[in-house]
């Protein structure tokens, strides 16, 4: 696709980030009804135009997007036959190095222990000592003999600590500047999953990467804006405590004097590793400003609202996304989230839904603050379980594009989910997709959000600040798939958003436009659009 020259992204000074002090939903609804106006005349203003659409693009009518968690390539599918996986990196690519750039002598341990806490019998931190400086595979039976059903372990994965642990593209320090010892090493043999039976029926991208650098809150960020949202005036706010403190070059954290040296002592020590970076963008975890958040309302304030002098959380972004982008053209859209009703009727008490947050990336922007109308009709009840996603598709009344995040504890984050009940609740909607009235005629991408802080030996494509990052799974599903294939092109979480914009015409969000001008300016290939898996013809 040729894109058009770009224009400068769109912020109305009067809208912007910071200046949002509304305390009834109707004033929210009026306000986030006025900005839909201002939103789509700017679209149509600012933002670039699509080029001409591949051919047969159009024989594609549905598009559905399942939106997995922290998992990296390699670490699920490092050994899929016919793939770039672990088997196929070179030496050096496999060796972690130290703080000091030196080539560990052995991986630290895993700190507290491999599995999360609660699981029983556990793999302790004595367990997991003196491993060799090389990838390990959790649940082999000649080591650990960890299955799939168990929660292991979290990581940190950070929009800082992700660009030190690439380093270059040499992929070599993932160790080093880990919360988690020789975790960020892990893999699994997933080749009896439900997910590697569909991988192997379908296309299977092993050079997909995901959007942004860093963790779940970001990438969101990135599959429906491909943006970094903004706090003005951070700095004078609540949030000026969370305000990152990085070296000359701004792509790293500054150490703290009292870190340790080497990652065989202990955790990186940093000056401060906040939520945003010195010019006030967000890149770890913020919460929504409005409900369900993790932060709770102001005493005394709007039910509706978080309280917005809490530090982590996010003010209203104003933002094009995908979504405003699809509604200016009247193309039909939602975002079917795991228990969002639950958790909106309940709150996150029980711990069966596990609802995360920062995953639901509409929920920070003012086009769909409470009361408006574009919240009810966008975003959707996933079910329990997925039960008002699965009706949908079977009754065939899915809408031209959909989004998909499963509830937690079904989602795979290390941490706490585990791995196969994650993969086999995507491997059923999958099957239930492949039923539905609407098949015929319909794109499915799987994907995951980040790497999680694991590690993999594919060098990124070198872009612009924010990304891309790790290289993660994408599984490509369609009855215009090429069957059994791997598809080697270069993609990201944006190629997603590519697509889309090239199959319903829409106009092109300004963070594509970056991120391709980056990209071409670095002389990489160019990120695709998903149909080198397809056969449209």
Known sequence: MAIAKARRSWCHPALHQGGMTMKRSHGLALFSSTLVLFAASAASAFAAQPGDPPDGITKIETVVVIFAENRAFDNLYGHFPGAEGIDKASQESLQQRDRDGSVLSELPPVWDGLTAKGVTPPVTQAMTEHLPNAPFTVNDAKGFNVP??????????????????????????????????????????????????????????????????????????????????????????????????????????????????????????????????????????????????????????????????????????????????????????????????????????????????????????????????????????????????????????????SFYKPQGNLNEHSGYADIEAGDRHIADVVAHLEKSPQWPHMLVVVTYDENGGIWDHVPPPKGDRWGPGTRVPAIIVSPFAKHGYVDQSPYDTTSILRFITERFELPVLHGIVVRDRAVAAHGEPPLGDLTAGLDLK
Request: contains cysteine; glycine residues 8%; hydrophobic residues 35%.
């Open 148 to 401: 799939l059903s168990v929660t292991t372990h979290d990581l940190w994965h950070r929009y800082y600590q992700n660009q030190m642990q690439i380093n270059g593209g040499k992929n070599d320090m993932f160790v080093a500047w880990a919360d988690s010892g020789a975790m960020p090493m892990s893999n699994w043999d997933a080749s009896k999953t439900d997910m590697w039976a569909v991988a192997q029926k379908y296309v299977l991208a092993d050079h997909f990467f995901m959007g942004g650098f860093g963790g779940s809150f970001f990438n969101h960020q990135w599959l429906i804006c491909a943006c970094a949202p903004y706090y003005a005036d951070a700095d004078k706010s609540p949030a000026k405590p969370s305000i990152s403190v990085t070296d000359d070059n701004g792509t790293a954290l500054k150490i703290a004097d009292n870190s340790p040296k080497s990652a065989r002592d202990g955790i990186p020590k940093f000056v401060s590793d906040g939520n945003l970076t010195p010019d006030f963008h967000a890149v770890n975890t913020m919460q929504p400003p409005y409900q369900p958040s993790g932060t709770d309302p102001a005493p005394g304030g709007d039910p509706l609202l978080a309280d917005p002098a809490k530090p982590t959380t996010l003010p209203p972004q104003t933002e094009p996304t995908i979504g405003d982008m699809l509604s200016l053209k009247h193309i039909t859209w939602a975002w079917y989230s795991g228990a969002w009703q639950y958790t909106l009727d309940h709150g996150n008490k029980s711990p069966v839904p596990n609802f995360q947050y920062h995953h639901q990336p509409f929920n920070y922007y003012a086009n769909y603050a409470p009361g408006t109308e574009a919240r009810r009709e966008h975003l959707r009840d996933g079910g329990l379980g997925g039960v008002s996603f699965i009706q949908a598709i079977d009754d065939g009344a899915l809408p031209q594009v």
